[in-house]
Nanobody, 127 residues
Framework: QVQLVQSGGGLVQPGGSLRLSCVAS????????MGWFRQAPGKQREFVAA????????YYSNAVRGRFTASRDNGKNTVYLQLNSLKPEDTATYYC????????????????????WGQGTQVTVSS
């Protein structure tokens, strides 16, 4: 069973950048579809980005496409989310998650398809 530990996040001004990390232990990230989600106070958890378990295929929400980049480093057993051109509306707690088995794109965008979750990390975008 995989455990996910997140780091990164913090307070940044609008237009700034951050990088979130999600380190896996107990299994390798290459065995899982990996997703990033976020949740703002009073709102539902929202899909941000996902990486297929194998092969090419990285998916983004319309809200972050072109600004955020998800990546995987199998050697470090880590997935990353690079956040650029941040906006105040990006303020949320960000979660990484791992999904077992083969998942199609629509499944990778659904938080209910994920079996394992990181602890979350806060991103605040404010001047």
């Amino acid at each position: 069973q995989v455990q996910l530990v997140q780091s990164g996040g913090g307070l940044v001004q609008p237009g700034g950048s951050l990088r979130l990390s999600c380190v896996a232990s107990g299994s390798t990230v290459s065995n899982y579809g990996m997703g990033w989600f976020r949740q703002a106070p009073g709102k539902q958890r929202e899909f941000v980005a996902a990486l297929r378990r194998s092969g090419p295929g990285t998916y983004y929400s319309n809200a972050v496409r072109g600004r955020f980049t998800a990546s995987r480093d199998n050697g470090k057993n880590t997935v990353y989310l690079q956040l650029n051109s941040l906006k105040p509306e990006d303020t949320a707690t960000y979660y990484c998650a791992a999904a077992s088995g083969f998942k199609i794109q629509s499944s990778l965008m659904n938080p209910n398809e994920y079996d394992h979750w990181g602890q979350g990390t806060q991103v605040t975008v404010s001047s």
